[in-house]
């Protein structure tokens, strides 16, 4: 028989090298360790080893479909957030690098050990609520999401991320929740305005429309929840949301007008204004 190169194994460096070229080294390092199942170190340490048939098909499968634009998080069916290995599916939005300053915010106004009601609207991975209620474990959280597989998802999470101390209920923001009050209310909700260009380029593309936009200004939301907010909250209990780079102002305004004092807003890591919140002032 002729020697055909095409069926001669490929090693885990060669399958590295190539596929890096396309897509670079980081995500194709991410798709081989999720295609074999191995740690980064394996990868290193068996770079020699020749990958099965069977293994070199999966992976150029994956990496085709990563350079057709899909996120590697949906690829590989999960994403680190706040130190916490979440499982994510198309039906939630992956969760972001600066969400988890919502966490250090929020785990900032529960002293540990205080017994607490903490409520995450629009929860989807559960990674927000997730983070809060692994390091807060006396506080009850709970989370809601309008989606069923969402909600499916964050109940995953839960279970594997081993967390007790959470309900994970399907609701449409406040629906469901009549006569509860909580501390700590925070949302992470869909604010990108409806025409925003983002929408068409990288992941957003593949992320779920329900989770992302809310009207014309990506504001409804955002509005919404300030007026409901302050039934469901404790005399000085605390409201905080995460919005869209151009939106601090306005939920400010709203907050202050919904009857919220120390009205702030922080930025992330970028600098830019990406969290907003208040107090429900004692009348
Ligand atoms: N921060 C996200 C983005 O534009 C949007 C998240 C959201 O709508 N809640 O990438």
Redesign the pocket.
Known sequence: MKFNPSMRQITIREALLQAGRDIGDIEARMLLQHVLNVSQAYLIVHCEQALTADQARSFRLLTGRRTHGEPVAYLTGRREFYSLDFTVTPAV?IP?P?TELMVDLALAQIPPGLSCKILDLGTGSGAIALCIAKHRPVAEVTAVDFSADAVAIARTNAKQLNVGNVRILEADWFNGLAGEKFNLIVS?????AAGDS?LTQGD?RFEPRM??TAGGEGLDCLRSIIASAPAHLVAGGVLLL?HGYDQAEICRQLLSEAGFGDVFSHPDLAGIMRVSGGSLIVS
């Open positions: 939005l972001r600066e992470n909700p869909p604010y990108v983002h957003l989770a992302l995460e």
